[in-house]
């Protein structure tokens, strides 16, 4: 998908989490996206976050090292 | 197999509890108190003679047939209308009453033909019943008189005779063979609640009239079939069975339309249906029916439905007509040499949520155990999977709370986001009626719903909220409530958890969240959301009905939360007439979901991260399942357009047509190498598949559908499936092509693999569903007759959820390049996507989408009524024809999707639900400009439909 679809969709789940308390709207975001984005979605994202995370919400920069890693050859 | 009679009892039953004891004709009947004597007399077997009398509607006390002596009392009083009391005596045939009512049927008959041989009622009449019930065997006054028999009498036109009404494409109205017993009008009022039928004129001049003295298709009414099913004589008849004639054995049913899910006797002769008749036992419906369950199945036969397996290499070919066998191993070659060369995940389905359970599960275990991913979706998708996600985090379960008898008990309703008298039909009759009993109504909705204002209706609050603001209007509900101590403080701390219900409160509190602030954004009045929350808080059994007005939004999850939140401030779960209440648009998009056809869910919502949730499944199948998620509906599609995915074998489902954004989903179809279209026709999808896999309707095979109150019903076979298998096979036959081993023989046991991998299943089999006839989940051990009310004795999550519903505004937005706000929805004819509806009569009533504005935003643009209109998004553009009403607010336009022509979805958008990526289709930035006819897209579009649905038939054996 497009990069800037997938960044608008993240954050749309930042968005809603950031009326958590803090903590509880990283492991949210992180949860939310480990529970519902497919590998190749999250692979996308993680290249996203591995080239600076433009455009992405401090609650996604904040929740990307606690969403689910993808395994290769999955 | 027999024509089931089901018994008319003649009066409505009593729902009192004190129970009192009469005798009939000398036998004891004990019967609740407020029974009918005619009743109480039918519970004991003996059946007064009866006309104007039936247990769909109040007596009416009109025909004077029906009379009975009571020991002590005077006179003959009329046994509908006469209430029983205790040791009351009750003779229904004396000398004195025999002579009566054979003198009342005497004149009866001199007003009516005698043409009993050749009447299309032969053998189903009342009248007839009763004629020979008291013994008429002569009638004294002769022909000759005034009748409304003849068309002429003698050589002088008859003025009082009345031609044959065939307007309505299903039913005619033959005025001379009225009785004027009343029945349709009071079946009309009371059940369809539409008050489109009355009487005319007085004494002998009465008549029974649609509207102002019109034809039925020119009145009010909407065709739903409860006069034709009152009518005792053949005044009303069905066209079918003038065609056709009496049916001779009957199955019931579950009818493939709405989520009402209503049962239907489905009346045969041989493999012909005659036609379908409202089952007065279905538990959803009460006896009742709309226009598209009763009537409009002729699709089943249409000349369009596609009967042989098709395939082509490429989408530009036409058509190849082939053996089953043929396409199905060029299918499975196919999607085998797709994963071989693009990866396991190269590949999925979509599942129907217009099939069976049976047939959901098979398609969901096809990806899971035979492609080995869990690329599965459905319908739901686009409309209620926010209801899942919202539901699910406050409540513990994403069942509606609630039975359709709940609304009995109601006294407060809110409906947002739904129009009930349109999309459920059904449903919306009984709402009706409990409105008209006195229980109050809200509505939440941009546009002017019927609710709001219909016969003997009318909406306390209708809050006309500008589209995408549901979270501020309900956060605002929630203010007042909280602000002014409304709140059910006991049952909050019992039923919930406290600190999450004290963060809440805090935020709804704060003065931001209040009806002044918000009004400049929503458009509601302050007031009213004031009193439409005082109204909602201190009413008595508040329930809160909603449908896709609420789910497909960016904020469609958050919407469901502020539902459940409102629900849980008020008390208002746990118990009958209150609840939240989702209704579910198609007949089976419950149990579709509740099948596991999400991609991150197995059966019965478990995520497939957990371990011991897949265990059972991988134990049981023999497989290993992946621990992934996989690609939702949209997902799939922007997977192929990026060249990952490839292969999608989609049963029942038109996404062409249905999903947002058109271009993109067409995109992503054309990236595909391999689409297996399995539908009854060549959809719009089917323009882009290389396989057509031919369907079966649901009156061609056996399995059940859930309908919106979780209920199991049966879907009976009742004729063979033209195209050669029912649907569950062809998805074996798939699987096992595919090199699978399965051996189902018959869908039960389908249904007993669901019982024993789904704990709120676990009870649920076909005898079961045979000796109850229905069962709503969770059905199992902790509750084996199933369970109409959810959450009686607390959360299924433990304690209820109160979670913070910040709104926030959606990025479509109105600007200059696009001033207003389309909304789309649907109308009482039609059906979704209308592959069914459009291939009925009922194109007589919606034969196209209209574009509904303001006459105020229609004037600025110069746009009369009836003048074609292009419609543009920064998706793209469309024309169809205007229609001018002040039913939508200024700056709101509003039209269907139910024909292809149309292409609404060509103008909405990508834009999604945060949570669960449901479009938005509610909200979509437009301008409308005048136009002189059809768009490019639309002219290219029909060209390339009619490219693409070329046939080469199979040349035949010599």
């Not at chain 2, 990026?642 to 992503?668: M, R």
């Not at chain 2, 592959?835 to 006459?855: G, S, Y």
């Amino acid at each position: 998908m497009s990069p800037d679809k997938l960044v608008r969709m993240a954050n749309q789940i930042a968005t809603f989490f950031r009326s958590k308390p803090h903590d509880e709207g990283v492991v949210g975001v992180a949860e939310h996206i480990s529970n519902f984005w497919e590998p190749r979605m999250r692979a996308q994202l993680f290249d996203a976050l591995a080239k600076g995370g433009e455009g992405l919400d401090p609650l996604v920069l904040e929740a990307a090292d606690r969403i689910r890693p993808v395994r290769e050859n999955a | 197999m027999r024509l089931i009679q089901e018994t008319d009892f003649g009066t409505p039953a009593s729902r009192a509890e004190k129970m009192i004891t009469l005798s009939v004709d000398g036998f004891d009947v004990t019967v609740p108190e407020g029974t009918s004597v005619m009743r109480a007399s039918m519970e004991a077997g003996i059946k007064v003679p009866k006309l104007c009398a039936t247990d769909m509607v109040d007596s009416f006390g009109s025909c004077r047939m029906c009379l009975v002596e009571i020991e002590g009392r005077r006179g003959t009083p009329a046994s509908c209308t006469t209430p029983v009391t205790e040791g009351m005596v009750v003779h229904t045939q004396t000398e004195q009453l025999k002579s009566l009512r054979r003198g009342v049927m005497e004149l009866y008959i001199s007003d009516h033909p005698l043409d009993c041989l050749t009447c299309a009622a032969n053998g189903d009449c009342e009248l007839q019943d009763v004629a020979g019930e008291v013994g008429l065997r002569d009638v004294r006054y002769g022909y000759e008189g005034d009748s409304h028999v003849t068309a002429r009498s003698g050589d002088q036109p008859n003025m009082r005779w009345m031609p044959k009404d065939e307007s309505n494409p299903y039913f005619t109205y033959d005025p001379s063979k009225c009785i004027v017993c009343s029945r349709c009008v009071r079946a009309c009022e009371e059940v369809q609640g539409t008050f489109a039928l009355t009487i005319e004129g007085r004494g002998f001049d009465s008549r029974v009239s649609p509207g102002m003295h019109e034809d039925f298709l020119s009145s009010e009414c909407v065709s739903c079939g409860a006069c034709v099913q009152a009518c005792p004589t053949a005044t009303l008849t069905e066209k079918s069975v003038i065609e056709i004639g009496q049916p001779e054995h009957s199955v019931v049913t579950t009818c493939a339309y709405c989520g009402v899910g209503c049962s239907f006797k489905a009346e045969m002769r041989g493999e012909e249906l005659v036609r379908m008749v409202p089952y007065k036992d279905g538990k959803a419906n009460r006896g009742h029916s709309c226009v598209k369950g009763r009537f409009a199945w002729g699709y089943a036969n249409h000349q369009d439905r596609i009967l042989n397996p098709m395939i082509r290499d490429t989408i530009d070919e036409p058509w190849r007509e082939v053996s089953w066998e043929e396409a199905l191993s060029f299918t499975a070659n196919r999607l085998k040499n797709l994963q071989k060369d693009y990866g396991k995940e190269s590949v999925g389905v979509i599942t129907s949520s217009r099939c069976t359970n049976e047939e959901t599960f098979l398609v969901q275990k096809l990806t899971r155990a035979v492609f080995g991913n869990n690329n599965t979706d459905t319908c739901a998708r686009v409309c209620h999977s926010p209801t899942g996600y919202g539901l699910g985090q406050a409540f513990g379960t994403s069942a509606g709370t609630q039975d359709f008898d709940s609304v009995e008990q109601t006294d407060v309703v809110i409906v947002i986001g739904a129009n009930p008298t349109d999309g459920h039909p059904v449903f919306g009759s009984r709402l009706k009626k409990r409105l008209r009993e006195g229980a109050e109504l809200i509505v939440i909705d941009p546009r002017r719903i019927d609710l709001v204002r219909t016969p003997h209706v009318a909406a306390a609050h209708h809050l006309p909220l500008k589209p995408g603001t549901n979270v501020a209007v309900l956060t605002a509900l929630a203010h007042v409530i909280v602000t002014e101590g409304l709140m059910d403080e006991a049952f909050i701390r019992e039923r919930c958890d406290w600190d999450e219900f004290q963060d809440y409160a805090a935020f709804v509190a704060d003065p931001r969240n209040s009806p002044e602030a918000t009004e400049a954004m929503t458009g509601v009045p302050a007031a009213e959301i004031r009193g439409a929350a005082r109204l909602y808080a201190t009413g008595g059994n508040g329930a809160i009905y909603y449908g896709l007005g609420v789910t497909e939004h960016s904020q469609g999850s958050t919407t469901v939360m502020a539902i459940a939140n409102l629900a849980m401030l008020t008390g208002n779960i746990g118990r009958p007439g209150v609840g939240v209440n989702p209704l579910r648009g198609q007949n089976n998009v419950q149990g579709s979901c509740d099948m596991g056809s999400f991609p991150h869910e197995l059966p019965g919502y478990r995520h497939v991260s957990k371990p011991e949730v897949r265990d059972i499944f991988e134990s049981l199948w023999g497989v290993t399942i992946s621990s992934e998620p996989g690609l939702r509906i949209p997902n799939m599609l922007d997977a192929a357009v990026d060249g990952t995915f490839k292969g999608i074998y989609i049963q029942g489902e038109d996404i062409l047509q249905s999903d947002p954004d058109t271009k993109h989903v067409a995109a992503g179809l054309a990236a595909m190498e391999c689409v297996i279209v399995h539908d009854l026709f060549l959809n719009e999808t089917a323009n882009y598949a290389h396989v057509f896999l031919p369907g079966s309707t649901f009156l061609e095979k056996d399995g059940t559908f859930t309908n919106a109150e979780r209920r199991i019903n049966r879907v009976r076979k009742v004729m063979s499936p033209k195209n050669g298998y029912a649907d569950w096979e062809i998805t074996q036959m798939l699987a096992n092509a595919m090199g699978a081993n399965w051996t189902y023989t018959h869908p039960s046991q389908v249904m007993d693999e669901i019982a024993a991998t789904t704990p709120s299943f676990a009870g649920v089999n076909y005898d079961l569903l045979e000796e109850k006839g229905s069962v709503q989940w969770p059905c199992n051990d902790a509750n084996p007759e199933g369970s109409p009310v959810m959450h009686v004795d607390g959360f299924v999550r433990g304690k209820g959820k109160f979670i913070v519903t910040e709104y926030v505004a959606t990025d479509e937005k109105s600007g200059p390049r696009f001033p207003l706000l389309l909304t789309t929805g649907r109308i009482l004819s039609q059906y979704n996507v209308g592959a069914q509806t459009r291939r009925t009569a009922n194109v007589m009533w919606h034969d196209e989408d209209r574009l509904e504005i303001h006459p105020h935003d229609a004037e600025q643009r110069g746009i009369r009524d009836g003048d074609y209109v292009r419609l543009a998004s920064r998706s793209g553009e469309t024309s169809l024809r205007a229609l001018i009403t002040d039913r939508v607010a200024p700056g709101v336009v509003y039209t269907t999707f139910h024909h292809p022509g149309t292409q609404a979805n060509v103008i909405t958008t990508d834009f999604s639900d945060w949570a669960t990526n449901c479009p938005e289709y509610k909200v979509t930035a437009v301008q409308v400009t005048p136009s002189n006819g059809p768009t490019e897209w639309q002219v290219e579009y029909e060209e390339q439909a009619k490219q693409s649905r070329r046939i080469l038939h199979a040349e035949p054996a010599e």
